[in-house]
């Protein structure tokens, strides 16, 4: 039967009005329910931690941080319940006009750079005898590869400053190039690393070789107005000799007197890994229970870097530096001269009056060495690396260097001490790292000079520390050593050295030892899981992470032996 529209007008209801019944709550299943979009982003609904919008006129960093929250907000496309407008969207802006000229305009590419080996061949095997061991520092050497420090992308750019959370990173090259048939183990962030702890004693010495010569205090005093002390060349036989190839180590080894085995200048590089910035690499080699952390032939740890923790680090030729003295990698090479030479110069070579320690230098060949031996003793020192779940002890033998002794003023004593040389470029160049002009602040203040190195050189200044702190020596000595112009990278002169006691040093540097030996402790723990073999620890030269490979047993083994053949044709041509 139709329906009339006057029986559907009469079933209406007789309220004021009609359709729906409407609600205020916007709820789906109980839950607030807003429009939104398909290009919105999920942000915060509610932010009790920020400021209250009223103090919107202050402007400066928070102001900024704010802007940069708000446009995050949830339903910030559609006029959303929870989305709050903004004037500007800065997510959305670049910069696009590079036409401003400047002399400290700075792009990113790809470069390289040399440093200079030792003259000595390190010898292979080390049971026939002492043979011969690699040299450091001096004149002469060869030429290679050093690790391309902060290479990157080419081209101009603008200049940064502290704002720029846009800024793009540099692409740096490996220290070490990873071979197609090395296999990845583990990866390990530093920040895993930062967390890591492990208490250990402070060591017990084993034996000692070679002799200290005694320190020439006058290095301690101001020198005189508009005087300068010159920095000399001064020959003499100083080793680096790698772990595998220490006779020393190796009798320690065959008596069973520990299970771990490296020398200071590794072991310092993997305690400090979380303030690295620049790719390096370990070799570990698991025979056995035995292990040994060695370093290559030509690897950058034995290096000297300058400015590697500078927000502004120095740059390579295809980045936009013109000037080639003060390139990473001839930074690097400066400063490895400038501390071989230092050390040399600051102690009283006497035969009559030196510090012999119980052995001779297990490294010198009277018969063959030509020059002087240095002013160097090493310390075989072991510490206990072991748990409380560990069944057997775990111990570590590390080869620690000391370079002078002194009397104690007071006692009477002797004192060994670690000499090390920071250097000035030009406070003025790019890569300087906002440091102060040494001439006319070392003196007035010093200790701002120390804090802005403290800062652009931490990792450097970490490693040498530990390596202290490791040989138990009781200061560390701190030569301040500048270009007598800044343009010529081969005349310098000393201002001042400072001393510090290397385990209060630490603490200002906010430097703990004990997060060192649990990132020790964490890497030999994984070694130990592996079957034996030959094993890589790299750096990553654009990440903050380590990386393990497992590599063929003969790596590094042929251009060692290359490197060899061509070192003995080129003294026989001679």
Same mark, same amino acid.
């Given at each position: 039967?139709?329906?009339?529209?006057?029986?559907?007008?009469?079933?209406?209801?007789? =309220?004021?009005?009609?359709?729906?019944?409407?609600?205020?709550?916007?709820?789906?299943?109980?839950?607030?329910?807003?429009?939104? !979009?398909?290009?919105?982003?999920?942000?915060?609904?509610?932010?009790?931690?920020?400021?209250?919008?009223?103090?919107?006129?202050?402007?400066?960093?928070?102001?900024?941080?704010?802007? @940069?929250?708000?446009?995050?907000?949830?339903?910030?496309?559609?006029?959303?319940?929870?989305?709050?407008?903004?004037?500007?969207?800065?997510?959305?802006?670049?910069?696009?006009?590079?036409?401003?000229?400047?002399?400290?305009?700075?792009?990113?590419?790809?470069?390289?750079?040399?440093?200079?080996?030792?003259?000595?061949?390190?010898?292979? %095997?080390?049971?026939?005898?002492?043979?011969?061991?690699?040299?450091?520092?001096?004149?002469?050497? @060869?030429?290679?590869?050093?690790?391309?420090?902060?290479?990157?992308?080419?081209?101009?750019?603008?200049?940064?400053?502290?704002?720029?959370?846009?800024?793009?990173?540099?692409?740096?090259?490996?220290?070490?190039?990873?071979?197609?048939?090395?296999?990845?183990?583990?990866?390990? =962030?530093?920040?895993?690393?930062?967390?890591?702890?492990?208490?250990?004693?402070?060591?017990?010495?084993?034996? !000692?070789?070679?002799?200290?010569?005694?320190?020439?205090?006058?290095? %301690?005093?101001?020198?005189?107005?508009?005087?300068?002390?010159? +920095?000399?060349?001064? =020959?003499?036989?100083?080793?680096?000799?790698?772990?595998?190839?220490?006779?020393?180590? /190796?009798? +320690?080894?065959?008596?069973?007197?520990?299970?771990?085995?490296?020398?200071?200048?590794?072991?310092?590089?993997?305690?400090?890994?979380?303030?690295?910035?620049?790719?390096?690499?370990?070799?570990?080699?698991?025979?056995?229970?035995?292990?040994?952390?060695?370093?290559? =032939?030509?690897?950058?740890?034995?290096?000297?870097?300058?400015?590697?923790?500078?927000?502004?680090?120095?740059?390579?030729?295809?980045?936009?530096?013109?000037?080639?003295?003060?390139?990473?990698?001839?930074?690097?090479?400066?400063?490895?001269?400038?501390?071989?030479?230092?050390?040399? @110069?600051?102690?009283?070579?006497?035969?009559?009056?030196?510090?012999?320690?119980?052995?001779?230098?297990?490294?010198?060949?009277? !018969?063959?060495?030509?020059?002087?031996?240095?002013?160097?003793?090493?310390?075989?020192?072991?510490?206990?690396?072991?748990?409380?779940?560990?069944? %057997?002890? +775990?111990?570590?033998?590390?080869?620690?260097?000391?370079?002078?002794?002194?009397?104690?003023?007071?006692?009477?004593?002797?004192?060994?001490?670690?000499?090390?040389?920071?250097?000035?470029?030009? /406070?003025?160049?790019?890569?300087?790292?906002?440091?102060?002009?040494?001439?006319?602040?070392?003196?007035? @203040?010093?200790?701002?000079?120390?804090?802005?190195?403290?800062?652009?050189? !931490?990792?450097?200044?970490?490693?040498?520390?530990?390596?202290?702190?490791?040989?138990?020596?009781?200061?560390?000595? +701190?030569?301040?050593?500048?270009?007598?112009?800044?343009?010529?990278?081969?005349?310098?002169?000393?201002?001042?050295?400072?001393?510090?006691?290397?385990?209060?040093?630490?603490?200002?540097?906010?430097?703990?030892?004990?997060?060192?030996?649990?990132?020790?402790?964490?890497?030999?723990?994984?070694?130990?899981?592996?079957?034996?073999?030959?094993?890589?620890?790299?750096?990553?030269?654009?990440?903050?992470?380590?990386?393990?490979?497992?590599?063929?047993?003969?790596?590094?083994?042929?251009?060692?032996?290359?490197?060899?053949?061509?070192?003995?044709?080129?003294?026989?041509?001679?």
């Amino acid at each position: 039967m139709p329906i009339s529209l006057a029986d559907i007008v009469g079933n209406l209801p007789s =309220d004021e009005t009609w359709g729906p019944p409407t609600t205020t709550d916007a709820l789906v299943d109980g839950v607030p329910y807003a429009p939104y !979009s398909k290009g919105d982003k999920l942000g915060r609904m509610a932010d009790w931690t920020s400021e209250g919008k009223d103090r919107e006129g202050r402007g400066g960093r928070q102001q900024y941080n704010r802007y @940069q929250r708000d446009q995050q907000v949830y339903g910030a496309g559609t006029s959303s319940l929870f989305a709050v407008q903004v004037a500007e969207d800065e997510s959305s802006f670049s910069v696009v006009d590079n036409t401003r000229t400047s002399t400290k305009t700075r792009g990113f590419g790809r470069g390289g750079a040399t440093f200079i080996r030792g003259r000595g061949r390190g010898g292979r %095997d080390i049971r026939g005898g002492r043979g011969t061991f690699q040299r450091v520092g001096g004149r002469g050497g @060869q030429q290679q590869n050093y690790y391309d420090n902060r290479g990157g992308r080419g081209g101009r750019g603008r200049r940064f400053g502290w704002k720029d959370y846009d800024k793009p990173q540099r692409n740096r090259d490996s220290s070490v190039n990873i071979k197609p048939d090395w296999q990845m183990l583990e990866e390990i =962030d530093f920040n895993r690393l930062a967390k890591l702890n492990l208490e250990t004693s402070t060591g017990e010495d084993i034996d !000692s070789y070679g002799f200290l010569y005694y320190y020439d205090r006058t290095y %301690d005093k101001p020198p005189v107005k508009n005087t300068e002390r010159k +920095l000399n060349v001064v =020959d003499r036989a100083a080793y680096n000799v790698t772990t595998s190839q220490d006779p020393i180590i /190796h009798e +320690l080894a065959e008596k069973d007197e520990a299970t771990i085995f490296a020398t200071d200048n590794i072991l310092s590089m993997l305690m400090c890994a979380p303030r690295s910035v620049y790719s390096w690499d370990l070799v570990i080699t698991r025979s056995g229970n035995k292990i040994f952390l060695d370093k290559r =032939d030509g690897s950058s740890l034995d290096m000297v870097s300058v400015n590697e923790n500078a927000a502004d680090a120095p740059l390579e030729a295809s980045e936009g530096n013109k000037d080639s003295i003060n390139f990473p990698g001839a930074l690097a090479l400066e400063a490895t001269f400038i501390n071989h030479n230092f050390v040399n @110069q600051t102690v009283i070579e006497s035969e009559t009056s030196k510090y012999e320690m119980q052995h001779e230098n297990p490294f010198y060949n009277p !018969s063959e060495e030509t020059e002087a031996l240095a002013s160097k003793a090493y310390r075989y020192r072991r510490f206990d690396l072991s748990l409380e779940k560990d069944e %057997d002890p +775990l111990h570590l033998i590390v080869r620690t260097e000391l370079d002078a002794v002194v009397k104690n003023n007071i006692s009477g004593e002797d004192q060994l001490l670690v000499v090390k040389a920071l250097n000035e470029f030009d /406070h003025k160049a790019q890569g300087s790292g906002g440091a102060l002009d040494w001439r006319s602040k070392l003196t007035s @203040q010093r200790g701002a000079v120390v804090a802005t190195e403290m800062k652009n050189n !931490s990792c450097k200044l970490a490693r040498w520390t530990v390596q202290s702190i490791l040989a138990r020596a009781d200061v560390m000595k +701190l030569g301040f050593v500048s270009r007598t112009t800044p343009k010529s990278n081969d005349r310098h002169v000393i201002l001042g050295v400072m001393g510090y006691d290397p385990r209060k040093f630490a603490e200002q540097m906010n430097l703990n030892l004990n997060n060192g030996w649990g990132i020790v402790r964490t890497i030999i723990d994984m070694v130990r899981g592996m079957k034996d073999g030959k094993y890589v620890l790299v750096k990553d030269p654009n990440k903050s992470l380590l990386r393990l490979y497992e590599v063929p047993a003969g790596t590094f083994e042929e251009e060692d032996g290359g490197e060899g053949q061509e070192e003995i044709a080129e003294e026989g041509a001679e």
